[in-house]
């Protein structure tokens, strides 16, 4: 049986056996395509009763109905509850709702027809680290040993957690016109670094000193300077190459903090994140990124995109930002809460937490907490 070190699930999930599968698709399945069958014997080569053939239609089309519905809201149907599997989302780990279903079974049903696409697909899931076929690709689902479903996607929550990525983010480079956006979030006479290893992905290398508020309502931006890779503290200069009040060496400041946070890689690695960290294939800094750590994942199933996700660590600690991969990233909590990562968010993860991306995984640890 697969581990989650194969397969890029979290821990805890295991990929559905296949005799339970076959078993289940044939107590689920089976009974449309047989009255669909009687229905076309009796309808075409018996020239049979109509009542009959209405009667095998109408049957076949209400247990298709059950079926669907209970795979789409319950991510099980009869035949998958017999036999202890469920199908759920690869990125939330949720039921997948009346449409993948729907798409599901279509590029199944199809498959079916030629026979040859079918007995291919079959090839193909055998060898696949989660015995996906081409429609599970086709629908993002997996399937999985039964267990309790994440919990539903709470729309305050979700709103909570963009609401605090958009305030804490900054505008990229080329498009910041002069980090006013940002000084008008911070707080009176603290200089704001996003330098360093501190700066999230895509974020100006400046900083920004706010003046003494007119009001509660008003702040403006006094000065404007760029630093030598320091957060500097409240009341002290950053432009002299000085150290926060104590002649420590600037060089060696920042990573006593941010070393605390630590990856460890589904390969046995660790990774320290001192900096911006990029993972994946072949990963590319993008510009002002010169300094990421590159850290290639090996993936003979190409399921990791080159340049798949970036790992860092700020004032509020340590994030992950999806860079637009093609198979997706998703975060799973130490309380076994999951959340998908949209591409381009930034997303905060706690100490503990399973990052999964593609078919493989990193855990994330802080040493000493």
């Known amino acids: 049986m697969p581990n989650s070190r194969t397969t890029g699930l979290p ?7 296949t005799g339970p599968r076959a078993l289940a698709a044939l107590v689920e399945v089976g009974p449309v395509w047989l009255l669909g069958g009687l229905a076309l014997l009796f309808g075409l080569v018996l020239d049979g009763s109509v009542v009959v053939v209405v009667l095998c239609l ?4 209400a247990w298709g109905a059950l079926v669907w519905a209970q795979r789409a809201s319950r991510a099980a149907g009869p ?3 017999l036999d202890g599997v469920q199908i759920v989302g690869l990125s939330d780990g949720r039921p997948l709702g009346w449409g993948r279903v729907l798409v ?5 049903a199809g498959l079916t027809v030629t026979v040859v696409g079918l007995i291919a697909m079959l090839v193909v899931m055998t060898r696949h680290p989660r015995r996906q076929g081409w429609h599970d690709l086709a629908a993002n689902a997996v399937v999985i040993k039964e267990r309790p479903l994440a919990p539903p996607r709470s729309k305050s929550a979700v709103g909570r957690a963009t609401a605090g990525t958009k305030a804490g983010a ?11 956006k940002a000084a008008a979030t911070a707080k009176p ?12 992905p895509g974020e100006v290398e400046e900083t920004v000193v706010v003046a003494e508020p007119a009001g509660d309502a008003d702040r403006s931006v006094a000065d404007e300077t760029s630093v030598d890779g320091r957060d500097p503290v409240d009341g002290e200069s950053a432009d002299d190459g000085g150290s926060a009040g104590d002649g420590a060496d600037p060089e060696t400041a920042d990573p006593v903090v941010l070393a605390e946070w630590m990856l460890r890689l589904d390969d046995g690695r660790d990774v320290a994140v001192e900096r911006l960290v990029l993972l994946g294939r072949n990963p590319q800094p993008r510009v002002g990124e010169e300094d990421a750590t590159l850290i290639k994942v090996s993936d ?5 995109s080159k340049s798949h996700l970036a790992v860092g660590v700020d004032a509020s600690g340590l994030y992950v930002m999806d860079r637009g991969s093609t198979n997706g990233t998703m975060v799973t909590a ?10 381009g968010d930034v997303v905060d993860v706690p100490g503990g937490s399973v990052v999964s991306f593609g078919d493989h995984w990193l855990e994330v640890r802080r040493p000493g907490h």
């Open 11 to 17: 821990p805890g999930v295991q990929v559905g056996a």
């Open 58 to 61: 109408v049957v076949a089309v």
């Open 79 to 81: 035949g998958m509850r």
């Open 104 to 108: 599901r079974w279509l590029v199944f």
């Open 170 to 180: 900054r505008p990229p480079a080329s498009k910041a016109p002069a980090a006013t």
């Open 189 to 200: 006479s603290e200089a704001m670094s996003t330098n360093g290893g501190s700066a999230r």
């Open 300 to 304: 003979e199933t190409r399921t990791v």
């Open 334 to 343: 130490p309380d076994g809460g999951q959340r998908p990562c949209p591409p």
